[in-house]
């Protein structure tokens, strides 16, 4: 079993929709959680930490379950420029003072005219 | 300012060539990281650099070398190279880890790698 799972996609929405990706992780110490975008050949980029209380910015939605180990991310009101690969992330500690990310395969968008 | 920045942007080397990537930060970041990159596959952690000391090779071949000579700075040193090993090589930097904290890791452009 992966670490971290998602869906692959690709999810192919229409402009103006809400999409919803979901992620699952098997490791109950991971410390932190995160979503990074990334573009056809650029560097993975930070959109969001996700905190337990759930936390939104703009458009963007994330909720964390520590209990069932999941994480998600929504989008409302896609635009054409949130095509991308979206990438779940979680962190774990692996001693003191380092830590490792681990990358889920990344979820697939394309918004559509 | 989040700016990791990395050259070349792009390599082309032969298998018996020897060449360096680079990788430079100034945010104050004492942990700095290499990951490698296959098309359509998620980045895999290569090594991490904490207070300049390497603390983690994630059982990486000697073929690459890196080195963290303060701590803005972080290279990769290729020699002998498989033509398996061309990727996107991606450098990222952050915060030190501490329990309980969650600091990010930011990422540079890359250095996208051919080897003939």
């Known amino acids: 079993r992966k670490e971290v799972e998602q869906d692959p996609g690709p999810f192919n929405v229409p402009e103006g929709a809400t999409v919803a990706f979901n992620c699952t992780y098997s490791?109950?110490?991971?410390?932190?959680f995160f979503w990074y975008r990334q573009d056809c050949r650029k560097e993975p980029k930070l959109l969001m930490s996700?905190?337990?209380s759930g936390n939104e910015d703009g458009r963007f939605t994330a909720q964390l379950n520590r209990a069932s180990q999941y994480i998600s991310l929504l989008i409302r009101d896609s635009k054409l420029s949130d095509s991308a690969t979206y990438l779940c992330?979680?962190?774990?500690?692996?001693?003191?003072?380092?830590?490792?990310?681990?990358f889920g395969t990344g979820t697939r968008l394309q918004v559509f005219p | 300012d989040t700016e990791v920045t990395q050259t070349p942007k792009h390599l082309v080397m032969g298998m018996t060539n020897k060449k360096s990537l680079k990788c430079e930060q100034h945010m104050g970041h004492r942990a700095m990281y290499w990951y490698k990159q296959k098309a359509k596959k998620p980045p895999e952690l290569m090594f991490v650099?904490?207070?300049?000391?390497?603390?983690i090779n994630e059982s990486v071949p000697s073929r690459f070398s890196p080195e963290c000579p303060n701590s803005s700075l972080l290279n990769l040193h290729l020699h002998a190279l498989q033509p398996e090993d061309s990727a996107l090589y991606l450098c990222?930097?952050?915060?030190?880890?501490?329990?309980?904290?969650?600091?990010?890791?930011?990422f540079g452009p890359g250095t996208r790698l051919t080897v003939t």
């Open positions: 992330v979680v962190r774990t500690l692996r001693s003191y003072n380092t830590d490792k990310l681990i």
């Open positions: 990222a930097s952050s915060h030190l880890a501490l329990a309980g904290g969650s600091y990010e890791q930011y």
């Open positions: 650099y904490s207070y300049e000391k390497l603390s």
């Open positions: 996700v905190y337990s």
């Open positions: 490791n109950s110490a991971s410390q932190s």
